[in-house]
C-alpha cells in the first residue's frame, strides 16, 4: 500500500497540444475531391454530354489517382486472357492415359517373364483392348492382373475418376477421398441419394426444413459453405455444376464421350456416375437461370484436373459478371451492385479498395443533391453543382486577371461603398476595414493550436462593400455550330458560369440574362446553357438576341443596362415579322439593317456594349468594329483561355462606370 501512495505522491499531469496534423496525409479526409469531381462533371457536360453520361464517365476514369471502372475492367479480362491462355482443361484424361499406359506396360512385362499359354492368352487380350482410353479402362474392369504395379496403377484410375468428378461438385472432397475405402465410397454414395431425395421434395414444392436439418446433421460436413437452407444448398451446388457443365462443353465431343465412359469407372461404382448425373438435370431443373450453355477456350500447357478445371470455369463466370457489373451499362446500373469481395478475389484489395472509394464518391454527389431529375426524366445539374462549378470556373478566371492585371479586381465585391454583411481573408494591397470579431476570432482558433502569438495576419478578416450601382446584364452568345467546330464551346460556357457566379454572389442586386443566338435566338437558365448540346445549324441571329436582350432590360428602369457579345461569325440571319427566321451567306444587307436596328434600340436606353469577337475572320471583324463605334462601345479579341477573364473584367469595369 506504502507503494502505491509513494506512486501515487509521483503522479504528474501531462501537458497536451493541439495543432495542424502534419503526418502526411490527413486520415480523416476523405479519400476523394468532391470539387475536383465536379469539375469533371462540369467540363464533360459542357462539352456536350449528358449529366448522366458525365457521372459515369468520371466512374470509368477515376479520380484524384484511383483506378476507374475502366481500368479494373482492363485488369478483369487481362485475368480471364491469362486464365485462358495458360491452362488447358484435359489433365484429367491425360493422367488417366499416362496411368493406363504404365499399368499395360508393367502387366505386360509381368507376362513377358511367363512362358505360359495363359500369358500369351493374356497378353492377346491387351492387344484387342479398344483405341479410346475409356473403353479400355471399361475393358479392364473385370480383368485379373499379374502384376501389383499395374493393378495399383488402375485402381489409381478409378480412385482419381471418383475424386476428380466429386471435386466438381463438393470443394475440399478430392483431398478428403484420397485413399477412399469401399466404406467411404458408399457412404458418399449415401449422400448423393439423401441429397437427390432432398432435392426432389423441394421440387415438388414440398417444405424441407426438418429434411435439410436431418441432411445436414448426417453430412454437413461435406459442405464447408454451412448453407442455412435448401435454397442457399441448392444455390451452392448449381453453380459447381454449371460450371462443371461449362467445361465440358469446352472439351472436343471425343473429348466429353470419353469422360463420360471414363464417370462409369468411378471407383468401380458406376452409382457414383449417375447419382450425379440425376443431381446434376435436379439442379438445372431448379435453376435454369445459371449458365449451362456457356464454354471457354483454353490454349495453354498446364493442364488441369477436372475439379481444378471447373474451378476455372467458375473463376471464368465469376470474372464475366464482374466485367458486366464493372461496365455498368445495363439498365439501372449502380455502383453498389459491384461484388467487392470478388474483385478482391480477382484483382486484390486495392481494387475493391479503388471500387469502394468510387461507389462512395457516387453516393456523396448524389447525397449532396448535385443532380436532380427533370420533368422527362432526364439527369440534370442541379443549382447547388451549378453554384460548385460556377465556384471553380470564377477562381480560374479571378488568377488569370489578377496574374494580368496585378490586381484582385475579381475578387474584390468593391473598391468602396457600403458593407455587404461579409468578409474575407486580408490580401496585398486591400484598403478595406477590419472585421474586429472575425479577426479575433481567427486568432483564438490558432491560438488552441499551440500557436503562441497573439496575432498574425493570416488571422485579420476585412468587411467586404461594394457600390450599390444596379446594373442589368444581358450576355449574348453564339451558339452556332461554328462555336463547336472551332472549340469554342466549351469556352462560351465557362465565360457564361464565371459572369453568372460572380454576380449572384457578389452583386446579387444585379441582373444577368442569357441569351443564346444561333438560327433563332432564347433566353435560357445557366443550366440549359451549361447542358446545351452543340448542333449542327447554320446561322448566327444576332438581330433576335438583340431584340430579347431589349426585352429583358426594358424590365429594369432603374439599373445600368450592360450588353455582351461573344460571337465568332457575321450575321446571318434575322428575325422576319411573322417570326420566322431568314437565312443567306454570305450575309445579306437586308439581315445586316436589321441587325443595326436592334442594336438602334438598345442605343437609345443607353445600354453599354462590348463586343467579344472570336477567330480571325475580317468581316466580323470590320461588322463590329462599326457596331461598336455607333453605340459608344468597345471591341475584345481575346484568346480562348482568356475570354472568360476579359468578360468578367469588362462587366465590372462598367458596373463601376
Do not use: C
Request: hydrophobic share 35%; charged share 30%; glycine share 10%.
Amino acid at each position: 500500500m506504502a507503494e502505491g501512495r509513494a506512486g501515487r505522491g509521483h503522479y504528474r499531469r501531462r501537458r497536451y497540444a493541439y495543432g495542424p496534423y502534419s503526418g502526411g496525409p490527413d486520415p480523416l479526409a476523405p479519400p476523394y475531391d468532391i470539387r475536383s469531381a465536379m469539375d469533371r462533371i462540369g467540363r464533360d457536360v459542357m462539352e456536350g454530354s449528358s449529366p448522366r453520361q458525365a457521372l459515369q464517365e468520371l466512374m470509368r476514369q477515376g479520380l484524384d489517382g484511383r483506378r476507374g471502372l475502366d481500368d479494373l475492367t482492363r485488369r478483369v479480362w487481362e485475368r480471364r486472357r491469362e486464365l485462358q491462355r495458360d491452362n488447358r482443361i484435359d489433365g484429367t484424361l491425360q493422367q488417366v492415359r499416362e496411368l493406363l499406359q504404365r499399368a499395360l506396360d508393367a502387366e505386360r512385362q509381368s507376362l513377358g517373364n511367363e512362358d505360359s499359354d495363359d500369358a500369351r492368352f493374356r497378353e492377346m487380350q491387351l492387344d484387342a483392348l479398344p483405341d479410346d482410353t475409356g473403353g479400355a479402362v471399361r475393358e479392364l474392369g473385370e480383368y485379373d492382373w499379374r502384376s501389383s504395379d499395374a493393378r495399383e496403377a488402375y485402381d489409381e484410375i478409378r480412385d482419381l475418376l471418383g475424386r476428380e468428378l466429386l471435386d466438381q461438385r463438393f470443394q475440399g472432397m478430392k483431398q478428403a477421398m484420397e485413399g477412399a475405402t469401399p466404406e467411404d465410397v458408399e457412404r458418399i454414395n449415401q449422400m448423393l441419394d439423401d441429397l437427390n431425395d432432398l432435392l426432389d421434395h423441394h421440387a415438388r414444392g414440398e417444405d424441407t426444413t426438418e429434411r435439410f436439418a436431418e441432411f445436414m446433421r448426417r453430412h454437413g460436413d461435406h459442405f464447408p459453405e454451412n448453407p442455412q437452407n435448401t435454397e442457399e444448398l441448392i444455390d451452392a451446388l448449381a453453380a459447381r455444376s454449371a460450371a462443371a457443365q461449362r467445361m465440358l462443353n469446352s472439351m472436343s465431343a471425343e473429348q466429353r464421350a470419353e469422360l463420360a465412359e471414363l464417370a462409369q469407372q468411378a471407383f468401380g461404382d458406376p452409382r457414383l456416375a449417375q447419382s450425379l448425373s440425376r443431381l446434376d438435370a435436379q439442379l438445372q431443373g431448379l435453376r435454369p437461370g445459371e449458365d449451362w450453355t456457356g464454354q471457354g477456350r483454353f490454349s495453354g500447357d498446364n493442364p488441369m484436373g477436372m475439379g481444378e478445371a471447373t474451378r476455372a470455369l467458375e473463376e471464368l463466370g465469376r470474372l464475366d459478371a464482374l466485367a458486366e457489373q464493372l461496365s455498368q451499362g445495363y439498365p439501372g446500373a449502380r455502383m453498389e451492385d459491384i461484388d467487392l469481395d470478388a474483385l478482391t478475389e480477382a484483382l486484390g484489395p486495392e481494387a475493391a479498395a479503388d471500387a469502394r472509394t468510387l461507389a462512395e464518391l457516387e453516393r456523396e454527389l448524389q447525397r449532396q443533391d448535385l443532380f436532380r431529375r427533370a420533368p422527362d426524366g432526364s439527369l440534370l445539374l442541379s443549382p447547388k453543382a451549378l453554384r460548385t462549378l460556377g465556384q471553380s470556373v470564377l477562381r480560374d478566371v479571378a488568377d488569370r486577371v489578377a496574374g494580368r492585371q496585378g490586381q484582385r479586381e475579381t475578387r474584390r465585391a468593391g473598391a468602396a461603398g457600403e458593407a455587404t454583411g461579409a468578409t474575407r481573408p486580408w490580401a496585398f494591397g486591400d484598403t478595406e476595414a477590419w472585421s474586429v470579431p472575425r479577426t479575433l476570432l481567427n486568432a483564438q482558433l490558432r491560438r488552441a493550436g499551440g500557436d503562441e502569438r497573439s496575432l498574425d495576419v493570416s488571422d485579420v478578416e476585412i468587411v467586404e462593400t461594394e457600390q450599390r450601382t444596379r446594373a442589368a446584364v444581358a450576355l449574348l452568345v453564339d451558339t452556332s455550330w461554328s462555336m463547336v467546330a472551332e472549340g469554342r464551346w466549351v469556352p462560351m460556357k465557362r465565360t457564361a458560369l464565371a459572369l453568372h457566379q460572380l454576380i449572384s454572389t457578389r452583386f446579387r442586386g444585379d441582373d444577368l440574362s442569357l441569351i443564346t443566338f444561333g438560327r433563332h435566338a432564347q433566353t435560357v437558365e445557366l443550366g440549359e446553357l451549361v447542358g446545351m448540346e452543340g448542333v449542327y445549324m447554320q446561322g448566327t441571329n444576332l438581330h433576335h438576341a438583340l431584340l430579347l436582350a431589349r426585352e429583358r432590360l426594358a424590365r429594369q428602369p432603374d439599373a445600368t443596362p450592360v450588353v455582351l457579345v461573344v460571337t465568332d461569325g457575321e450575321p446571318t440571319a434575322h428575325l422576319e415579322r411573322d417570326g420566322e427566321a431568314f437565312f443567306d451567306y454570305p450575309p445579306s444587307p437586308h439581315t445586316l439593317r436589321a441587325t443595326v436596328d436592334g442594336l438602334d434600340r438598345l442605343i437609345g436606353m443607353d445600354a453599354r456594349f462590348t463586343f467579344f469577337v472570336l477567330g480571325d475572320d475580317p468581316g466580323l471583324a470590320a461588322f463590329t468594329d462599326r457596331l461598336a463605334r455607333r453605340a459608344g462601345g468597345r471591341v475584345v479579341h481575346p484568346d480562348l483561355d482568356g475570354l472568360g477573364a476579359e468578360v468578367v473584367s469588362d462587366y465590372l469595369r462598367k458596373r463601376h462606370g
